[in-house]
C-alpha cells in the first residue's frame, strides 16, 4: 500500500461557486458578485457604474477605466448569488461527503460574510457562526476542514475605494480578517491555504485594480505575498498546530521541441508563470531571474524597510497544487491553441481533450508531483484535480459518468505512482467541485465536476436537489480501499 493511513480524501469547492447566500446574514459584495454568466467561446462580463452613474457593462479580460464602480445591475444573472447554494444545504451536502468517506474538505470562506466591506472594524457575528456550523458539522463526521483564506474573493468596496491589492492597506484588512479567523476557529481548522492559484490573479476579479498595467500588477503581487507570510506568521503565532500552505495553479509544459531556443523558452515560460509564486512563497525571496527580468522591464516595486524579513519568515508549510492539464511551450505565433485552466496554451497532439478542450494528460500530474518535491522538498497536496464535463440525467435519476471516473482512475495511478516510486510526499487529493458548482471559467452549470449532480441550469433554474452519481460508489470504494481500488 503506498499511500499512508492519514492520506487525506476529500474534494474541494469554493464558496464564490458553491456558497450562495449571498444576501444572507448581513454579507458584503464580492468583485464575483458582479459576475455574469459567460461560456466556452463567451467570457464572462462584469456589471459596473461609470462616473455618471450610467452602467456599464464589460469583458472580465478588459481594463476597468478609473472611475468605476462594480455595481449590480437589474434584470442580470449573477451565479454566484445562490450557486449550489451550501448555504441552506450544508448538512445534507456534508453527509454526501461522509457518505463517500471523506476524511478531508477544502473549502474557501467569503471574507465578505465576516467583513462585508473589507474595511470594516468589528466582524460580522451571524457569517462566524454560520461557518462554526458548517466546521461542527464536518468534524461530527470525521471531516478535517482545509480552509482557503481568499479563493478569488475581494470585498467590492475594497476593489471600488481602494484598487484593491494594489493599495497596501489591503494588507492590513486582510489581515484583520485572518486574525479573526485564526482565532475563532482555533482547534477545529489546522489545515490553511492562504491565496487560490496565486500565480493567475490578473485581472479586476481577482485583484480588484483599475488600469491594470505590469507595473501595478507586480506591485499587487508584493502586497499579496507580504499578505500571505503575514498570515502566515499570525496564524503559527495564535496556533503552532496550524499548517499554512500556499496555493499554485501548475500547469505542466513542455516544450514543443528540442530546438535549445524552444526549451529556453519553456523554461522562461515555467519560471516566470510558475516558480516565481512558489520560490518567494517557499524559500522567502524573490529569486535572481526575477529580480534581473523586473529591472530589465523598468518596474520598481515600492517595499518598505522590514518587507524582505517578512516573506523570510513568512514561508509556508506545504504546497497545495491545482492540476488539470498540461501545455505546450511553442515558438511558433501560429500554434494553434488549446483551451486550459484559465490560461490558453499551444496544442499538444499527444493528447486527448474534455468537452471544453483541456487536454488530459495524467502523466502531466506525476511531473508535476516530481518537480514541485525535487525543487522544495515540501508536503505537496493536490487540491484540485478533475473533469469538468457534460452530465445526462437518465429518467430513473441516475448519471453514469464513466468519462469522470476514467479521468480520475488516471490521475489516482499516476500519483500512487510516484508517492511508490519516487517517494513524493503527498499529504492528500481533493478533487475539485465533488458536488457540482458553478464553473470559474466560464460561470456555466452544464459544466460539471461533482460525484454528487445538482438539478440546475445556466440561468439557476431548476430544483438544487442533490443526485449520486456513478463516480460517487466508484470514489467511496477508491477511499474505502485507501486508493487500492481503482
Ligand atoms: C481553478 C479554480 C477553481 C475551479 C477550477 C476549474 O482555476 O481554482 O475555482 O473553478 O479551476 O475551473 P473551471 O471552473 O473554469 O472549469
Same mark, same amino acid.
Given at each position: 500500500m503506498s499511500l499512508s493511513k492519514e492520506f487525506f480524501w476529500g474534494g474541494a469547492t469554493a464558496a464564490n461557486q458553491y456558497e450562495g447566500g449571498c444576501f444572507e446574514a448581513g454579507r458584503g459584495l464580492a468583485v464575483s458578485d458582479i459576475k455574469t454568466a459567460g461560456s466556452m467561446t463567451t467570457p464572462r462580463r462584469m456589471t459596473f457604474l461609470n462616473e455618471q452613474g450610467k452602467?456599464?457593462?464589460?469583458?472580465?479580460?478588459?481594463?476597468?477605466?478609473?472611475?468605476?464602480?462594480?455595481?449590480? /445591475?437589474?434584470?442580470?444573472?449573477?451565479?454566484? /448569488? &445562490?450557486? &449550489?447554494? $451550501?448555504? /441552506? /444545504?450544508?448538512?445534507?451536502?456534508?453527509?454526501? %461527503?461522509?457518505? %463517500?468517506? $471523506?476524511?478531508?474538505?477544502? %473549502?474557501?470562506?467569503?471574507? &465578505?460574510?465576516? $467583513?462585508?466591506?473589507?474595511d470594516d472594524v468589528e466582524p460580522i457575528e451571524a457569517g462566524l457562526k454560520f461557518y462554526d456550523d458548517v466546521f461542527d458539522e464536518c468534524l461530527k463526521h470525521g471531516i478535517a476542514p482545509m480552509v482557503t483564506i481568499n479563493h478569488f474573493e475581494m470585498p467590492l468596496h475594497l476593489a471600488n475605494e481602494y484598487d484593491g491589492w494594489l493599495n497596501r492597506k489591503t494588507i492590513n484588512y486582510f489581515l484583520r480578517y485572518c486574525?479573526?479567523?485564526?482565532?475563532?476557529?482555533?482547534?477545529?481548522?489546522?489545515?490553511?491555504? &492562504? $491565496?487560490?492559484?496565486?500565480?493567475?490573479?490578473?485581472?479586476?476579479?481577482?485583484?480588484?485594480?483599475?488600469?491594470?498595467?505590469?507595473e501595478k500588477h507586480y506591485q499587487a503581487f508584493h502586497h499579496i505575498f507580504l499578505a500571505s507570510a503575514k498570515a502566515v506568521i499570525l496564524g503559527h503565532a495564535i496556533d503552532p498546530e496550524n499548517k499554512i500552505g500556499m496555493m499554485l495553479a501548475h500547469i505542466a509544459s513542455y516544450s514543443e521541441t528540442c530546438d535549445p531556443k524552444n526549451v529556453a523558452l519553456e523554461l522562461e515560460v515555467s519560471r516566470k508563470f510558475k516558480y516565481f509564486f512558489s520560490d518567494v512563497q517557499c524559500r522567502g525571496y524573490y529569486p535572481s531571474y526575477m529580480i534581473k527580468y523586473l529591472e530589465r522591464q523598468n518596474i520598481s516595486l515600492v517595499k518598505e524597510a522590514d518587507d524582505e524579513q517578512i516573506l523570510c519568515n513568512g514561508t509556508v508549510d506545504y504546497i497545495g497544487f491545482s492540476y488539470y492539464n498540461s501545455g505546450v511551450a511553442s515558438l511558433r505565433k501560429d500554434a494553434e491553441l488549446a483551451y486550459g485552466n484559465q490560461v490558453r496554451v499551444a496544442r499538444n497532439p499527444f493528447l486527448e481533450e474534455s468537452d471544453w478542450g483541456w487536454q488530459i494528460d495524467p502523466i502531466g500530474l506525476g511531473i508535476s508531483l516530481n518537480s514541485l518535491w525535487d525543487r522544495y522538498q515540501m508536503p505537496l497536496c493536490i487540491v484540485e484535480n478533475g473533469l469538468g464535463a457534460y452530465d445526462e440525467v437518465t429518467q430513473d435519476g441516475k448519471i453514469h459518468d464513466e468519462y469522470r471516473i476514467d479521468y480520475l482512475r488516471k490521475h489516482i495511478h499516476e500519483l500512487k505512482r510516484v508517492v511508490e516510486e519516487d517517494g513524493v510526499e503527498l499529504m492528500g487529493y481533493t478533487p475539485w467541485g465533488w458536488i457540482d458548482l458553478v464553473s470559474a471559467g466560464t460561470g456555466e452549470m452544464k459544466k460539471r465536476y461533482g460525484f454528487v449532480y445538482v438539478d440546475m441550469d445556466d440561468e439557476g433554474n431548476g430544483s438544487?436537489?442533490?443526485?449520486?452519481?456513478?463516480?460517487?460508489?466508484?470514489?467511496?470504494?477508491v477511499i474505502q480501499s485507501n486508493g487500492e481500488e481503482l
Open positions: 452602467p456599464i457593462i464589460q469583458n472580465k479580460e478588459n481594463k476597468v477605466p478609473q472611475g468605476y464602480k462594480g455595481a449590480i /445591475h437589474e434584470g442580470v444573472y449573477y451565479p454566484s /448569488h &445562490t450557486a &449550489t447554494d $451550501f448555504y /441552506h /444545504h450544508y448538512k445534507e451536502d456534508i453527509a454526501y %461527503m461522509a457518505e %463517500m468517506g $471523506f476524511n478531508c474538505y477544502r %473549502m474557501s470562506i467569503s471574507w &465578505t460574510r465576516i $467583513f462585508p466591506n473589507g486574525e479573526v479567523i485564526f482565532q475563532r476557529y482555533k482547534g477545529k481548522v489546522k489545515h490553511w491555504l &492562504t $491565496f487560490n492559484e496565486i500565480n493567475i490573479l490578473r485581472d479586476y476579479s481577482s485583484l480588484g485594480i483599475h488600469d491594470l498595467t505590469a438544487k436537489k442533490r443526485y449520486r452519481k456513478d463516480s460517487f460508489y466508484w470514489y467511496q470504494k
